[in-house]
């Protein structure tokens, strides 16, 4: 017997109840106990989905990811980007920058949980970033062959930013990160 489908309105309500709580009061002061209270499902239910604070707080960041940051389809390779890492680092400036902070650190004590923020996070968002490197390559506008280096061009200097100088993510510094990007595509080395 394979038991009864999650049912996605819990995974919704879950989920809005870690962010309200993490907005409210911040990452550490968040419980498994706070979430199932603010969402009204049982500890127990919240353990079968996640099997931490954790694991909560990947699932919010992965489905903001999904559902709000874009994937632009502009026509040239510099909008698109730009578009991108703007979106990007608005969201970084608010709670979804306070979570992947929270994240990383987790990450960096476990393992099998960074395995697991790479690819359920960070490689949907690289996926994006080869979408439209892709098409830009179609346009003749990326002559450098290696997409990966270009990627870790695009999303290097903004979790260094986010883990040490979050004020620095800009639409200034997004602009200024784009145009260095677009440079370096432009050119086989």
């Known amino acids: 017997m394979t038991g009864r489908p999650r049912d996605p309105a819990v995974d919704d309500a879950i989920r809005q109840a870690a962010l309200d709580l993490i907005t409210e009061r911040g990452y550490r002061a968040v419980s498994m106990e706070g979430i199932a209270a603010r969402s009204g499902v049982s500890k127990q239910a919240i353990y079968r989905r996640y099997p931490s604070k954790g694991g909560v707080i990947l699932d919010v960041l992965a489905a903001y990811a999904r559902t709000r940051l874009p994937t632009p389809d502009t026509g040239d390779l510099r909008e698109d980007l730009l578009a991108l890492l703007e979106e990007t680092f608005a ?4 709670v979804p920058g ?5 994240l990383a650190a987790e990450a960096t004590q476990d393992p099998a949980f960074a395995q697991r923020v790479s690819s359920e996070l960070i490689a949907p968002r690289r996926a994006a970033v080869r979408q439209i490197l892709t098409r830009a390559r179609g346009r003749g506008q990326v002559a450098h062959p290696d997409d990966e280096v270009l990627i870790d061009l695009v999303f290097g200097p903004m979790w260094y930013a986010l883990l040490f100088d979050a004020a620095k993510l800009t639409d200034a ?6 145009d260095a990007v677009v440079a370096v595509a432009a050119h086989a080395p």
């Open 173 to 178: 510094y997004a602009a200024a990160l784009t």
């Open 98 to 102: 306070t979570l992947n902070q929270a």
């Open 91 to 94: 969201a970084q400036r608010g």
